[in-house]
Nanobody
Framework: QVQLVESGGGSVQAGESLRLSCAVS????????TAWFRQIPGKEREIVAT????????????DYAHFAKGRFSVSQDNAQNMMYLRMNRLEPEDTAMYYC???????????????????WGQGTQVTVSS
């Protein structure tokens, strides 16, 4: 049974940083793509960042939504089955529920949408005040 559990959300001031974590169980990162999404109230869920590790688990591919480039960093600890999203220079517009997600089938789809990911966490709230 695959489970994803996020943590690390909270309330911060604009310009501050947060690191979100996602504990993944029952799942192997090898050849599978995972991602962070967010959902702002009243809007569609959107991808934030994504990461893929190949067969040898030595190299990773990453990609970021335009608003995340240069501020956010996605990473994984393959040994601990953990995902991370480091968010710097947070803005009030980053206020959202953040979710980690994992693809069911192997392979890389780049900046996909939520239909490409079959496993989801329950979300962690990030609130940024000005």
């Amino acid at each position: 049974q695959v489970q994803l559990v996020e943590s690390g959300g909270g309330s911060v001031q604009a310009g501050e940083s947060l690191r979100l974590s996602c504990a993944v169980s029952g799942y192997s990162f090898r050849r599978h793509q995972t991602a962070w999404f967010r959902q702002i109230p009243g809007k569609e869920r959107e991808i934030v960042a994504t990461i893929y590790v190949g067969e040898t688990m030595k190299f990773t591919d990453t990609d970021y939504a335009h608003f995340a480039k240069g501020r956010f960093s996605v990473s994984q600890d393959n040994a601990q089955n953990m995902m991370y999203l480091r968010m710097n220079r947070l803005e009030p517009e980053d206020t959202a529920m953040y979710y980690c997600a994992a693809r069911i089938v192997p392979g890389w789809v780049g900046l996909g949408d939520e239909a490409d990911f079959g496993y989801w966490g329950q979300g962690t709230q990030v609130t940024v005040s000005s």
